[in-house]
């Protein structure tokens, strides 16, 4: 292990920083994944995959997640866009409905009008895969909110992103371009303390980037900002389990594995992980979370 890991490694219990606006138990944040497109909730009518939505993260919140992100638009490799109409109606009611209930929410949104509408119905945080690069008004519209911001390493639109996974040092790069955006995004008002940097796993990466990321994790967190990773069932994940023996495994059967990139996140220093199964989730950041309080005693 490089000296720059090792001292990330034994940094990682400290870098669990807070973010103004956001829960702060102390060990690395738990947001659970609460998509409301149509293949997760493939039947029944609007009303009925809104109140299928709120059950859903009404038993995200109960099995301990920290944050629940609900998104209305598909990001996976391939997918199109959903009219702005389309993804209000998905994301919004929910949100309120959520918020009413006391369960912090997220908003997973490259737009700007969802972001503000699903602020005012309650939303906590601004989830934007896209940086701010989709919607030219989000950062603007996040600064007036005030709300904390995920902002996400992003080349190009979903349909198209597999066409830019090219890189050189992919650590390197990631950081410079999101460096970049950052300074773009401040000067645009966003509040640097509510600020929270994202590599964006999978999105333009191929499997050996992602894993080059997740490795230098220690690397990004040097630019400052609380980390979020995303690695839940993503294809590195997959491909990994293929090389390790385990074959082709589905989308679903990856879970115990994402536990597995959950716990190196935390103990590489992330600041949350973005999870479909929460309490597996939550047991591997504890996990981490102990590991790190120990090793500490070492030093
Ligand atoms: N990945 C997806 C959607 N939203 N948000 C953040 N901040 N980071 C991610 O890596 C991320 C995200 C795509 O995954 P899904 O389709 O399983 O939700």
């Known amino acids: 292990m490089s000296t720059t890991h090792t001292r990330s490694l034994v940094g990682g219990a400290a870098s669990s920083s807070e973010v103004d606006g956001l829960p702060g138990p102390g060990r690395c944040l738990v947001m659970g994944i609460l998509n409301v497109t149509p293949?997760?909730?493939?039947?029944?009518?609007?009303?009925?995959?809104?109140?299928?939505?709120?059950?859903?993260?009404?038993?995200l919140a109960a099995q301990g997640a920290d944050l629940v992100d609900v998104g209305g638009e598909s990001t996976r490799p391939g997918a199109?866009?959903?009219a702005l109409e389309e993804e209000l109606a998905r994301t919004v009611p929910v949100v309120r409905e959520l918020a009413r209930a006391g369960v912090s929410t997220s908003i997973d949104t490259m737009h700007a009008p969802v972001a503000r509408a699903a602020v005012e119905a309650g939303a906590?945080?601004?989830?934007d895969v896209s940086g701010g690069l989709a919607d030219p008004a989000m950062a603007r519209a996040v600064a007036a909110t005030g709300v904390p911001y995920v902002a996400t390493h992003w080349?190009?639109?979903?349909?198209?992103?597999?066409?830019h996974a090219?890189?050189?040092?992919v650590v390197a790069e990631v950081a410079a371009e999101l460096t970049r955006r950052i300074c773009q995004l401040l000067d645009q008002g966003v509040d640097p303390?509510?600020?929270?940097?994202?590599?964006?796993?999978?999105?333009?990466?191929r499997p050996e980037?992602?894993?080059?990321?997740l490795a230098g994790l220690g690397v990004l967190r040097q630019l400052g900002f609380p980390l979020l990773v995303g690695a839940s069932r993503k294809r590195f994940i997959g491909a990994a389990l293929a090389e390790g023996g385990a074959g082709e495994v589905p989308p679903g059967g990856r879970d115990a594995a994402t536990a597995a990139v959950s716990a190196l996140a935390a103990l590489?220093?992330?600041?949350?992980?973005r999870v479909h199964d929460v309490r597996a989730g939550l047991d591997a950041v504890c996990m981490a979370s102990a590991y790190l309080t120990h090793l500490d005693g070492h030093h």
Do not use: I, Q
């Not at 600020?195 to 999105?203: A, H, I």
């Not at 980037?209 to 990321?213: A, F, N, P, S, V």
């Not at 590489?268 to 992980?273: H, S």
């Open 80 to 82: 199109r866009p959903v």
């Open 124 to 127: 906590r945080m601004v989830n």
């Open 268 to 273: 590489n220093g992330a600041f949350c992980v």
């Open 166 to 169: 090219d890189y050189e040092d």
């Open 193 to 205: 303390a509510r600020l929270v940097f994202d590599p964006g796993l999978g999105f333009a990466k």
């Open 39 to 59: 293949d997760s909730f493939s039947d029944g009518g609007l009303y009925a995959d809104s109140r299928r939505a709120v059950d859903r993260g009404l038993e």
């Open 155 to 163: 080349r190009a639109p979903s349909r198209v992103m597999d066409r």
């Open 209 to 213: 980037h992602d894993w080059t990321l």
